[in-house]
Structure formats: structure tokens, C-alpha cells
């Protein structure tokens, strides 16, 4: 084999690994950044996290549904009408998620995992104004968990 040939290969395979890369980018992005949510930066614990704001009945009903994958930073927080007790289910949702119930002023009053496709309903407590999905895991790896007070941070 001459080192041309080679070369060549070697190219053909960058080439494919860019390839997929940039596909992997553009799915990301048309899952996540696409929706036409509001976005907003929410402090966890020590991680900041892009979260898409669902506030119509409209797109707290879809929520995540649909989606192959998010990464890792991001989410969804839905603003309810008024304080009351809540309930998820995961129809047509991919991705397995972590929630967190929040009261009026961004405190985590509890934290559960759901399954992909699973019809059972998670509950929020009597208190819940916010809910906050993300990807499971992410609360222990920001440091933060119950009884913790999110903010809002300002671009």
C-alpha cells in the first residue's frame, strides 16, 4: 500500500467521523433548541442548566415527548397556574428523566425518576408550583438535591 493510499483512507475516515458528528450536532440541536420555548438559565447546585420554559397548557402537555436524546445541561421547567399537586406520566417520552417538584420560590421539595414510556404517574407534592425535568443524575452531579432553592440566573 503506498502512502497516498493510506492517506486517502485515513481521510475517508475523518471525513466519516466529522460526518456523523455533524449529524449528531444538528439532531441535538433541532431536538432542544427548536421548539420555539423561551429558554432560560437555571442555577443547580454548581451546574447551570438551559431549561425550555413550558407555561401553556399546550406545551406542558407535549414536555419532552418525542425526543431521542438531550444533553446533558439542559431541560424542561413547567410553570403551572397555581400551587397545587401535580402528576406526570412519560407517553411517547424516549429518554429516561429525573423531576423535581418546586414550591413558589424555587425549592426542591422532592426528586423522582421516571422510565421511558411508562403510563404510572409521578406525583408532586400539595405545594408544587414548578416542575423541573432533566436527565437522571443530574442533581447529585450539580450537588444539589432536596430542600435546595434554584435561581433564575440573568444572561
Not at 433541532?30 to 431549561?51: F, M, N, P
Request: aromatic fraction near 8%.
Amino acid at each position: 500500500m503506498s502512502a497516498i493510499s493510506a492517506l486517502g483512507r485515513l481521510g475517508a475516515v475523518v471525513i466519516t467521523a466529522l460526518s456523523m458528528l455533524l449529524v449528531g450536532a444538528c439532531t441535538l440541536y433541532a431536538d432542544t433548541a427548536q421548539t420555539g420555548l423561551e429558554e432560560r438559565i437555571l442555577q443547580i447546585g454548581k451546574c447551570r442548566t438551559i431549561v425550555e420554559i413550558a407555561d401553556t397548557p399546550e406545551s406542558r402537555s407535549t414536555g419532552l415527548m418525542h425526543r431521542d436524546f438531550m444533553d446533558q445541561n439542559r431541560g424542561m421547567i413547567f410553570i403551572f397556574d397555581r400551587v397545587g399537586p401535580v402528576g406526570f406520566w412519560m407517553k411517547n417520552t424516549r429518554i429516561p428523566l429525573e423531576i423535581a417538584f418546586l414550591d413558589r420560590d424555587l425549592k426542591v421539595l422532592a426528586i423522582a425518576r421516571m422510565k421511558p414510556f411508562d403510563l404510572s404517574q409521578t406525583r408532586g407534592p400539595d405545594r408544587t408550583l414548578y416542575a423541573l425535568e432533566v436527565n437522571p443524575g443530574h442533581f447529585g452531579r450539580c450537588g444539589s438535591g432536596v430542600g435546595e432553592t434554584l435561581e433564575f440566573v440573568e444572561e
